[in-house]
C-alpha cells in the first residue's frame, strides 16, 4: 500500500527552491535512507512532508490514516532545550498531546504505552530522570519514544545518530531497524550512506542529480557508487 | 512580636485588605505560572515590552476619562500582544527590534500626551505610581475586585485544560506542529494571556516591575526543581508566597507594594540558587 508520494516535486524557501524535480512513493514497511551532502535540501525535504514548510510545486499525498496524527518525527538536533525542566516521563507523553483533543490529562492506557515505549528504547527506570541530566544518546532514545507515542505507522528521523559514539550509533540502528522489522515505516536522513544502505530497502539521493530506486539499483548505479567509494 | 500580629489581625478587618491579598495571590499565581513557559520559550521581554504598551493605554484612558481604565488598556495591549506574536513568527523581521521600539515607542506617546492633558495636579506621582506599583492596590474597588478575579480563572482555566499542548509546545514547536498540534492557535491564545496577565498585574506592581513577577518565582524554581510539573507548582506556591508577605509588610512598615514584593522574589531567588548549588553537587557526587 503506497503511503506517501510525490511526483514533480520542488521544495525550498522564500529565498528560492532547494530541490526540483523529486519523485518517489514509500509503501509500508519500507525503510527510506535520504542521503546527500550537507546543505542539499534533506531536512527541507522532511519538513515539507510534515508540513512545516509548504511545497513551491507539486504536492506530498499522503494516506489518509497519516494525516490524523500517524506522523512520529525526531528532530535533527534539541539544542533549543538544553535547560529544559522536564522527566522523561513527561517528555515521552507529550507524544500523545495532539491526540488528546481539550482532554487536559493523559489516560491511564497513554500512560501504559508511554512506560512501555520507555522500556523499549532501553530506558526503563528512567521515568522521572530529569532530561538535561541525560547523555546525548539517552537523549535520542526519549525523543524516540515520544515518536513512537505519536505513531504506530510511520517515523521520520533527521540524523538520529549525529553526535553520538560509535557504539550508541549502532544500538540506535538497531532500535531503528527493529522498529521497522515490527511494521513501523521509516523515513531517515543518514550522513553515513555506508550505514543506511545496510539497512535500507530504498534510497533517495539529493544533490546535483536526484536519484530514487531500490538499495540494489543504487548500489549499481554509476553515482551510488561514486558515493560510496568517495565516503571510504 | 505579639504586637505585630495584633497589627496584622486589626488590618484584617478593613476589607480593602481582604481585596489586596485576593488580587495579590491570583496575580502572583496567574504571573508565575505564565512565567515559566515564557522563560522557557525565550519570550520573557514580550512582558516587559507589552507593560510599556499597557501604561500607554493607561494613560490614553485617563486622558479620555475613563472611569475603568482597563476597558481601553486590555484591548490595546491583546493586539499588541497578537501582532508581536505574528511578526515573532515571520523570520524576516528582527523580533528584539520591533519590540523594543513598541515599548519605548508606547512609554514615550503615553508620558508626553499625560503632560499635554494633565487629569490631575500631580502628574508626577500619578506616572510614578503606573510604573512602580502604587497604593492603588489597597483602594480597589469591589468591581476591580470582581474583574480580576474572573479574568484569572479565564487564565487557570486555560492553563489547566491545554496543559498538555503547553508543554508540548513549550517543550518543541517543531515536533509538536509536525504532530498535529495547531501551534499558531496556541501561540495566540497565550499572546492573549499574556495581555491579560500584564493588565492585571499592573494593578500590584506597577509596569517597570511586571517582569520581576514573570521571570523570578520561574527561574528560582528552575534552580531547584526539574520536572515540568514541579516547576509550574513551586513557581506558583513561591509567587504566592512572596505577594502576600510583601503586601502585609508593605502594610506594616509602610513601604511601596511593588518594589517590596519584588525584593521578597529576588531573595527567594537567592536562597533558591544556593539550594540548587547543593543538589547539583549531589547529583554529581552521585553519578
Ligand atoms: N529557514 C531557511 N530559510 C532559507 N533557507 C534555508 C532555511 N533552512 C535551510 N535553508 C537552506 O536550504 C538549503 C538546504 O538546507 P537543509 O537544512 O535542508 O540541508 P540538509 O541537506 O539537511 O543539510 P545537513 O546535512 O547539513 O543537515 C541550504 O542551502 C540552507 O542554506
Ligand atoms: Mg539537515
Known sequence: MTQLSCDNLSIGYETGIVVKDLSFSIDSGDYLAIVGENGTGKSTLIKTILGLIKPIKGEIKMDESLKRNGIGYLPQQTIVQKDFPASVFEIVLSGFASINGFRPFYTKEEKEIAKANINKMGLSGYEKYPYKELSGGQMQRVLLSRALCSTTKILLLDEPVSGLDPIVTQEMYELINNLNKEGITIIMISHDVKEAVKYANKILHIGNKVFFGTKTEYLNSDFGKIFIDGGK | ?287
Open chain 2, 1 to 287: 512580636m505579639k504586637e505585630l500580629i495584633e497589627t496584622i489581625s486589626y488590618y484584617f478587618h478593613f476589607p480593602f485588605v481582604w481585596y489586596a491579598l485576593i488580587v495579590g495571590v491570583l496575580i502572583a499565581l496567574t504571573a508565575s505560572i505564565l512565567g515559566v513557559t515564557l522563560v522557557l520559550k525565550r519570550y520573557s521581554t514580550i512582558g516587559d515590552g507589552l507593560s510599556h504598551v499597557a501604561f500607554g493605554a493607561l494613560s490614553v484612558a485617563a486622558i479620555v476619562g475613563l472611569t475603568n481604565e482597563m476597558l481601553l488598556a486590555m484591548p490595546i495591549t491583546i493586539l499588541a500582544a497578537i501582532l508581536l506574536m505574528k511578526s515573532g513568527q515571520n523570520a524576516k523581521i528582527k523580533g528584539d527590534a520591533q519590540l523594543a521600539m513598541i515599548s519605548v515607542g508606547a512609554i514615550a506617546i503615553g508620558y508626553l500626551l499625560i503632560n499635554i492633558f494633565p487629569t490631575s495636579s500631580n502628574i508626577t506621582a500619578d506616572v510614578c505610581s503606573t510604573l512602580f506599583g502604587s497604593i492603588s492596590i489597597l483602594t480597589l474597588s469591589s468591581t476591580e475586585v470582581i474583574i480580576c478575579v474572573v479574568l484569572s480563572v479565564v487564565v487557570l482555566l486555560f492553563f489547566i485544560l491545554f496543559y498538555n499542548k503547553i508543554f508540548s509546545i513549550t517543550f518543541d514547536e517543531n515536533f509538536s506542529k509536525a504532530t498535529g498540534i495547531n501551534t499558531s492557535f496556541y501561540n495566540y491564545l497565550l499572546a492573549i494571556i499574556i495581555a491579560i496577565v500584564i493588565v492585571l498585574a499592573m494593578n500590584l506592581v506597577g509596569s517597570l516591575l511586571i517582569s520581576a513577577l514573570i521571570v523570578f518565582p520561574a527561574l528560582s524554581a528552575m534552580r531547584v526543581f526539574k520536572s515540568f510539573k514541579s516547576v509550574i507548582i513551586s513557581s506558583a506556591i513561591i509567587s504566592i508566597f512572596s505577594s502576600i508577605f510583601g503586601i502585609l509588610s508593605s502594610i506594616l512598615f509602610s513601604t511601596p507594594v511593588g518594589p517590596t514584593i519584588v525584593v521578597v522574589d529576588i531573595l527567594i531567588f537567592i536562597i533558591f540558587f544556593i539550594v540548587g548549588l547543593f543538589n547539583t553537587q549531589q547529583t554529581k557526587v552521585k553519578v
